[in-house]
């Protein structure tokens, strides 16, 4: 919807131009992983981060790309999603939305992500070497 090839492409924009929020969160999947406008990205994200619950996550790990985690934030959203299967179902939902942004450049995504506290699982699988 937010390539300009799609067929969708004008009601993306009009729905950007009311300030919805679904199309400010593919706006900022663009800005960063399209454009590389790292900035812009988490400043939009900043007014919907807990408008979707996997908006949240990607606000965090932008944060983490330009190296200022919002501590606050972290710790708020950790207590709210800690369990592994719905953090899970958060990084799913966003791979499948970076990927359908389009050409990844360089510098604007890392090989993993860390999440530095574990649940009970999480603990298991790196108790066990499991990545």
Known sequence: MA???SSYHMFYTKCLALKNPYALYLQSLVLAFHMFELQEAIAILDG???VFLHTGLLYIMFHSCAGSIPWEFCIQYKRRYYQFSEVDLFADKL???ITEVGPRRQGTYKNFWEFEDYGECWSDHQNLNEY
């Open 95 to 97: 791979m499948f939305h």
């Open 48 to 50: 919907i981060k807990d």
């Open 3 to 5: 390539q300009e090839s």
